[in-house]
């Protein structure tokens, strides 16, 4: 068997209307339909107002007070913060995390500088002393262990 390769010059016309793509070569009509949705990915909100670092420190405040002490994971913030707006992104989240701790070397990437944290190395974060969620309380203090304790218990 023998092959000859040739090309032969073909031309058409592609017409796109009403949700249908029509493709016409010499005498041949082909036609694809398809669903136009209208929706296009966009960004989570959160309501007017609410940033995502905003989102981060209720988070982080809420696992504080829930585990009474003061040394967490990122991730579990992520988990905290999820549960309240699960349309969250993980990598936008970890980074805005990064962006509200002043002493993590990555701090000086971002260009929105909170001071939320205390980097504790090992991917270990405390919640700062002004931003714990009982730091305006007469009868809480923290330990220096970073455990959340109200003073009126006895030790």
Request: aromatic letters at 10%; hydrophobic letters at 35%.
């Amino acid at each position: 068997m023998q092959e000859i390769p040739f090309t032969i010059p073909i031309s058409g016309v592609i017409r796109l209307a009403n949700g249908e793509i029509t493709f016409i070569v010499n005498p041949m009509e082909t036609k694809f339909s398809f669903v136009t949705t209208g929706n296009t990915p966009s960004r989570t909100k959160f309501g007017e107002g609410v940033s995502l670092t905003d989102i981060i420190l209720s988070a982080a405040r809420q696992v504080v007070s829930e585990k009474r002490i003061n040394r967490f994971h990122p991730s579990e913030l992520f988990h905290a913060a999820i549960e309240k707006h699960p349309g969250i992104k993980r990598g936008s989240f970890m980074a805005r995390v990064v962006a509200c701790t002043p002493d993590h070397p990555s701090y000086q990437h971002f260009a929105s500088h909170r001071d939320y944290f205390i980097y504790g190395g090992k991917g270990l974060l405390m919640l700062k002393e002004q931003y714990k969620p009982d730091s305006n309380s007469e009868n809480a203090t923290i330990d220096l262990n970073g455990m959340l304790k109200n003073s009126q218990e006895k030790e």
